[in-house]
């Protein structure tokens, strides 16, 4: 089970809007809404974001939100702000005996 | 809201066994239906699933590490634990311990451990 995809980094000026992408299967991505987002400050535990795709649980800001298109789940951040700066992953469940799969990481860097 | 705590050796030598252990606060490991996990990220790198346990016991696998990986769980000290034995410098990371729902089974996590191995 390779990872998921996603790109290395993106960029933004603080109150832009960025999308990260995450790139699967039908056997991950594209077979449930099951996808998550997680938010890693360095030295720091990854944070939940959004889960299920789109739900955003408590204590993740508004400016968050997630999406899916056949094999390919979006992370929306929206008013970019400093405190946004951070490595992102995606997750999701899979259908093969990996069961749990993360993507590459998407490192934000806000300008 | 559950809290977990990591804990254990912080340095392996190599071909041992590395034991890890979660302790989980602000909840019965026993009385929610949560799936237990381990994950680790090596320096600079990626998250990898490694394995989970769900509340009844039931217990899966990374095909990668199956065949050297065991967890378990402690109801009477709310603690479940990972053992991955014959450890090589590819094993240095650091390890987390997670919990949460079957399509979003890492909604807390512990502040991570670094494990070395080397001798």
């Known amino acids: 089970q390779s990872a998921l995809t996603q790109p290395a980094s993106v960029s933004g000026s603080p109150g832009q809007s960025i999308t990260i992408s995450c790139t699967g299967t039908n056997s991950d991505v594209g077979g449930c809404n099951c996808v998550s987002w997680y938010q890693q400050h360095p030295g720091k535990a990854p944070k939940l974001m959004i889960y299920d795709v789109s739900n955003r649980p408590s204590g993740a800001s508004n400016r968050f939100s997630g999406s899916k298109s056949g094999n390919t789940a979006s992370l929306t951040i929206s008013g970019l702000q400093a405190e946004d700066e951070a490595d992102y992953y995606c997750s999701s469940y899979t259908t093969s005996s990996t069961l749990y799969v993360f993507g590459t990481g998407t490192k934000v860097t806000v300008l | 809201q559950v809290q977990l705590q990591e804990s254990g050796p912080g340095l392996v030598k190599p071909s041992q066994t590395l034991s890890l252990t979660c302790t989980v606060s602000g909840d019965s490991i026993s009385s929610v239906n949560y799936y237990w996990s381990w994950i680790r990220q090596p320096a600079g790198k990626g998250l990898e699933w490694i394995a989970r346990?769900?509340?009844?016991?039931?217990?899966n696998y990374s095909p990668s590490l199956k065949s050297r990986v065991t967890i378990s769980v402690d109801r009477s000290k709310n603690q479940f634990s990972l053992n991955l034995s014959s450890v090589t410098a590819a094993d240095t990371a650091v390890y987390y311990c997670?919990?949460?729902?079957?399509?979003?089974?890492?909604?807390?996590w512990g502040q991570g451990i670094l494990v070395t191995v080397s001798s």
């Open positions: 346990i769900y509340t009844s016991g039931g217990t």
């Open positions: 997670a919990s949460g729902g079957l399509t979003h089974p890492f909604d807390y």
